[in-house]
């Protein structure tokens, strides 16, 4: 299956900055929509940010929006989130997803393909 593989977790004080990555196994990243989505100790998977398949139209999580960017490069297959300002409520694991379906998804159950998650944790 296709393996969605995340990098760039990691601690930092709040305030500080991370940028995640993710990098899929194929060819045909181009023709998916991109979605980022976090998971705090006890809490369910939230959408933070969503990109459509073409690129045109994003979503972000009202709790995120101005602070983190979501972006895309087809030619490396890699989806990006960078993340600024940083608080510690921002503390989670990280999941990147695919859909094939047009449109900024902003459901989880709307994306097939996930990455296995990557730590952040911001300190107060």
């Known amino acids: 299956q296709v393996q969605l593989v995340e990098s760039g977790g990691g601690l930092v004080q709040a305030g500080g900055s991370l940028r995640l990555s993710c990098t899929a196994s194929?060819?045909?990243?181009?023709?998916?929509?991109v979605g980022w989505f976090r998971q705090a100790p006890g809490k369910g998977r939230e959408v933070v940010a969503a990109?459509?398949?073409?690129?045109?139209?994003?979503y972000y999580a009202v709790s995120v929006k101005g602070r983190f960017t979501i972006s895309r490069d087809n030619t490396k297959n890699t989806a990006y989130l960078q993340m600024n300002s940083l608080k510690p409520e921002d503390t989670a694991v990280y999941y990147c997803?695919?859909?094939?379906?047009?449109?900024?998804?902003?459901?989880?159950?709307?994306?097939?393909?996930w990455g296995q998650g990557t730590q952040v944790t911001v300190s107060s």
């Open positions: 997803a695919r859909t094939k379906q047009p449109g900024v998804l902003t459901m989880a159950g709307a994306y097939d393909y």
């Open positions: 194929e060819r045909t990243f181009s023709t998916y929509g």
């Open positions: 990109m459509s398949r073409s690129g045109d139209s994003t």
